[in-house]
């Protein structure tokens, strides 16, 4: 599976972006897919993930309530909706694919991962 992330830009705080990935390769219906950030100097953590069916999604605290994670199987594409942004959102965003429905939170259980793209939220 090749992954591709997009939609990352520069937006003042209270601002909104909508992250895309794509697939290719192979179909994502059945994988579970997850955002994970990582700002500099700092660890990457998790964000955000969506299981296969797309009936369970788990949120970071830091984001739950302004972020909203979707995927469209047909479309083999995978959204973040990010509104309210705040400058601690500042990273680069990176989606990741797994064959699991377990770990949704842990990098490590993701076999597939895309190249990032850069969110910068000025105040």
């Known amino acids: 599976v090749q992954l591709q992330a997009s939609g990352g830009g520069l937006v003042q705080a209270g601002g909104s972006l909508r992250l895309s990935c794509a697939a290719s390769?192979?179909?994502?219906?059945?994988?579970?897919m997850g955002w994970f950030r990582q700002a500099p100097g700092k660890e990457r953590e998790f964000v955000s993930a969506?299981?296969?069916?797309?009936?369970?999604?788990d949120y970071a605290n830091s984001v739950k309530g302004r972020f909203t994670i979707s995927r469209d199987n047909a479309e083999n594409t995978v959204y973040l909706q990010m509104n309210s942004l705040k400058p601690e959102d500042t990273a680069i965003y990176y989606c990741?694919?797994?064959?699991?429905?377990?770990?949704?939170?842990?990098?490590?259980?993701?076999?597939?991962w895309g190249e990032g793209t850069q969110v910068t939220v000025s105040s």
């Open positions: 969506i299981i296969w069916s797309g009936l369970k999604t």
């Open positions: 390769g192979r179909s994502l219906g059945r994988y579970t």
């Open positions: 990741a694919a797994n064959l699991y429905e377990s770990g949704l939170r842990v990098a490590s259980e993701y076999e597939y």
